[in-house]
């Protein structure tokens, strides 16, 4: 389990992303003997999820599913990807009622069926995965009142309601609601015609929008519910799936106010590098003695492969060569490195007295999570440490070649996935590739495994 701000990783989640598979039925007994797998490598025995994705769906713009975030009432795609045991038999549930105590314990209540919205017959397909990866895709709709009906949420903004001297924070939460679904250039005009409305009655006048929008920034952490995804599969197990639902990408218009996305690809590759690699390699330390093999490339890359990344010796196959002498490390481009991505900014707040006010605003991280599946028969006879290893959550990991000629081709997943630990409930963002790799070792190497 995990507190409201924070996954924790569990033996069969998917990594940071709170994605959690439970055992409903255990037919085995843990002993002392060492564990038969890694955490990474993926088997025929169970179903594995790699990754969760979600992203906000629009009609309008099917293509544009870059945004891991949604507020009430938007429509989400969530992209399921397994693989491993084949799903004969998948059950999809959600709570939009997720209470979370003072403490960070977490209940799901009204869990009900999940009712999906139609999707376009033909939804396109990453090219790079194989049919290894099973990728299950749901569209739902978010409801209207998710958050001004959430029980933690009035008590949350309780301050702030006081200091815009509005009567209570129902009323708050039904002007935020309602500004959410009008146009930036509006929202001021919106509200002069409310208070003109409201002024005859002796009712109460409404803040200006400016004076509102200071105070939106704060606001919105708060202002901020997870919702849960349950998913049983093959009768035997059952997987969680956290998605949090807030107001930010209605109002990234107003300064300091942040919507978060989905992370990105660009380029999946092995480096070799000639000797011991020093502590803290980077892509730009690659000299003319090391080879960059290229597994998997998106569009923009492949147009114009940046020797920043790719060095001066790039080769575009699966197949690596592995030899005495030489240090090896995976490594994702996310275009941040080269300055064609960048990073999301979020804002950290600081709490006194019960008001909250932005601390400051900083950059996300990047982590990743690898997986892999053995394609060769004897693998999983071959003993643990002699496997492959891919050591490191970075976009840069080490990785240790097997030492054992029998592992020949490996199918390779990366999970890119974004984390910022100041923000409260913030959506996370994760995005999933896939590539082959192949093995080939040189006599002077398997001599030396010998040793």
């Known amino acids: 389990m995990r507190t409201s701000r924070q996954p924790v990783r569990s033996r069969w989640s998917s990594a940071v992303r709170p994605v959690v598979i439970g055992c409903i039925a255990l037919g085995a007994t843990i002993g002392c003997a060492p564990w038969p797998t890694r955490f990474e490598e993926i088997d025929d025995h169970r179903p594995r999820v790699l990754d969760f994705v979600y992203q906000k769906y629009s009609t309008a713009n099917p293509s544009d599913t870059s945004l891991c975030e949604a507020a009430p009432g938007d429509t989400v795609l969530v992209k399921a990807y397994f693989a491993g045991q084949p799903l004969v038999e998948q059950q999809w549930r959600v709570s939009f009622n997720v209470q979370i105590s003072s403490v960070g314990q977490d209940t799901a209540l009204d869990i009900e069926p999940l009712i999906e919205i139609p999707l376009p017959p033909a939804l396109p397909r990453d090219s790079c995965f194989s049919d290894s990866t099973l990728v299950v895709i749901k569209a739902f709709q978010i409801p209207r009142y998710v958050i001004s009906s959430n029980p933690m949420i009035a008590n949350a903004i309780a301050p702030a309601t006081v200091s815009l001297?509005?009567?209570?924070?129902?009323?708050?939460?039904?002007?935020?609601?309602?500004?959410?679904?009008?146009?930036?250039?509006?929202?001021?005009?919106?509200?002069?015609?409310?208070?003109?409305?409201?002024?005859?009655?002796?009712?109460?006048?409404?803040?200006?929008?400016?004076?509102?929008?200071?105070?939106?920034?704060?606001?919105?952490?708060?202002?901020?519910?997870?919702?849960?995804?349950?998913?049983?599969?093959?009768?035997?197990?059952?997987?969680?799936?956290?998605?949090?639902?807030?107001?930010?990408?209605?109002?990234?218009?107003?300064?300091?106010?942040?919507?978060?996305?989905?992370?990105?690809?660009?380029?999946?590759?092995?480096?070799?590098?000639?000797?011991?690699?020093?502590?803290?390699?980077?892509?730009?330390?690659?000299?003319?003695?090391?080879?960059?093999?290229?597994?998997?490339?998106?569009?923009?890359?492949?147009?114009?492969?940046?020797?920043?990344?790719?060095?001066?010796?790039?080769?575009?196959?699966?197949?690596?060569?592995?030899d005495e002498g030489y240090s090896y490390f995976a490594i994702i481009d996310t275009g941040?490195?080269?300055?064609?991505?960048?990073?999301?900014?979020?804002?950290?707040?600081?709490?006194?007295?019960?008001?909250?006010?932005?601390?400051?605003?900083?950059?996300?991280?990047?982590?990743?999570?690898?997986?892999?599946?053995?394609?060769?028969?004897?693998?999983?006879?071959?003993?643990?440490?002699?496997?492959?290893?891919?050591?490191?959550?970075?976009?840069?990991?080490?990785?240790?070649?097997?030492?054992?000629?029998?592992?020949?081709?490996?199918?390779?997943?990366?999970?890119?996935?974004?984390?910022?630990?100041?923000?409260?409930?913030?959506?996370?963002?994760?995005t999933l590739r896939e590539a082959k790799l192949h093995f080939e070792y040189s006599p002077a190497y398997l001599k030396s495994m010998k040793r």
């Open 336 to 430: 941040v490195f080269r300055g064609v991505s960048q990073l999301d900014s979020a804002a950290t707040l600081l709490e006194s007295n019960g008001i909250s006010t932005i601390l400051g605003y900083s950059k996300e991280d990047f982590f990743v999570q690898w997986f892999y599946d053995y394609l060769d028969a004897e693998a999983y006879s071959i003993g643990v440490n002699d496997r492959l290893i891919i050591a490191g959550g970075s976009p840069l990991a080490t990785l240790l070649p097997p030492r054992d000629d029998r592992i020949r081709t490996i199918r390779l997943w990366a999970q890119l996935y974004d984390s910022f630990l100041g923000e409260s409930m913030r959506p996370f963002g994760s």
């Open 165 to 322: 001297g509005i009567p209570n924070p129902q009323l708050l939460l039904t002007l935020i609601d309602s500004l959410s679904h009008i146009p930036p250039g509006e929202r001021q005009a919106f509200i002069g015609s409310l208070n003109a409305l409201l002024a005859p009655t002796g009712s109460m006048v409404f803040p200006s929008y400016d004076s509102l929008s200071t105070q939106l920034g704060p606001m919105l952490q708060y202002l901020s519910v997870p919702i849960r995804l349950f998913v049983a599969v093959n009768d035997v197990h059952e997987i969680r799936s956290d998605f949090y639902v807030r107001y930010n990408s209605r109002f990234t218009d107003i300064p300091g106010l942040f919507a978060n996305h989905n992370p990105r690809i660009r380029c999946l590759a092995i480096y070799k590098v000639k000797g011991t690699a020093k502590p803290g390699f980077a892509p730009g330390d690659l000299s003319a003695t090391d080879t960059t093999f290229c597994l998997y490339l998106d569009s923009a890359a492949a147009t114009n492969p940046d020797p920043a990344i790719f060095g001066h010796n790039v080769r575009f196959t699966d197949t690596v060569l592995i």
